[in-house]
């Protein structure tokens, strides 16, 4: 027969899984009626290894907006599947920094052929291309013409460059410009800056003078 101790060893490993979120002192914050839930969706984030706090930050901000329960869970169940599928796209090896971006964008519009493409494109980390992508289609850029353009700049171009970009198509788009034309435009006045000798190595994108 099985000793006690081994019988007992995966209650104790359930257990402490399933009150890891309950012992988070923010928890308390969530009204009562959604708190056992939004425990529930949180523990099993983390056993599927997805980052758990942009979970507790969404509960938190659903109740500062005092929003009803059943909203606070439908919410936080919702960025939980959006990390689980920002991670198949972006591979298991995805920080939990490009997770939480990438799952923003997958809210915005982006699709996840869009990320897994940006993964084998760029390897660096990819919370910037991810945020500006986001940022874009927030501003009115179809989704496919954002994506384009992110595309075509990942690989290339550096992370404060692609923010000039972004700021670029952001000024198109006040002064009146479409938003997608406005993307397609400042993409394409953006070039890999030519290799560099010596100690100073690759410059990164610049834009292209007229």
């Known amino acids: 027969m099985p000793s006690p101790v081994r019988l007992t060893l995966p209650v ?107 993964r084998r494109a760029r390897r660096d980390a990819l919370i910037v291309p991810l945020a500006v992508l986001t940022d874009l289609m927030a501003s009115g850029v179809p989704a496919d013409s954002a994506a384009a353009a992110v595309l075509a700049l990942a690989a290339t171009t550096r992370d404060a460059d692609l923010v000039a970009f972004r700021q670029a198509v952001e000024r198109d788009i006040a002064l009146g410009a479409a938003p997608g034309p406005a993307a397609a435009a400042a993409a394409s006045s953006f070039s890999p800056a030519p290799q560099a000798s010596g100690a100073h190595g690759q410059q990164g994108a610049q834009p292209r003078k007229p």
């Open 12 to 118: 104790v490993a359930v257990f402490a899984s399933v009150t890891a979120a309950a012992q988070d002192p923010r928890i308390d914050r969530v009204p009562a009626e959604s708190r056992a839930a939004v425990v529930a969706l949180i523990d099993s984030a983390r056993g599927a290894g997805l980052p758990v706090e942009p979970l507790m930050q969404r509960a938190l901000e659903g109740t500062t907006k005092h929003a009803s329960g059943e909203r606070i869970v439908a919410a936080v169940r919702h960025l939980a599947g959006d990390l689980g599928r920002a991670r198949d796209a972006l591979g298991a090896p995805a920080s939990p920094a490009e997770l939480n971006a990438g799952a923003m964008a997958l809210r915005a519009g982006a699709s996840s052929e869009t990320l897994a493409e940006l």
